[in-house]
């Protein structure tokens, strides 16, 4: 499973791994990725892992989280 998560504030390469790091940091997230320039960040998990865990991970990390989009399926 994917979420794609909406980030506002990420302005370069170092502000988008500050947000891989943290969601990173959560149990459950086995990758995560994030992109500046579409401002969005992906988290991959083999489990559900709750919303408000990835909001706050983003928050902590300084940005701003929107829409979570879901997708389905077992990702690599």
Known sequence: MKKIIAVT??????CSKAV???LKAIDGVTKAKADHEK???TATMKTDVDDKLLIEAV???GFTPGE???K???FG
Do not use: F, S
Not at 9 to 14: I, S, V
């Open 72 to 74: 389905e399926g077992i």
């Open 39 to 41: 401002c969005i960040a």
């Open 9 to 14: 504030g990420m302005h370069c390469t170092h």
């Open 20 to 22: 891989e790091d943290a």
């Open 59 to 61: 928050e902590k990390a």
């Open 68 to 70: 979570i989009t879901i």
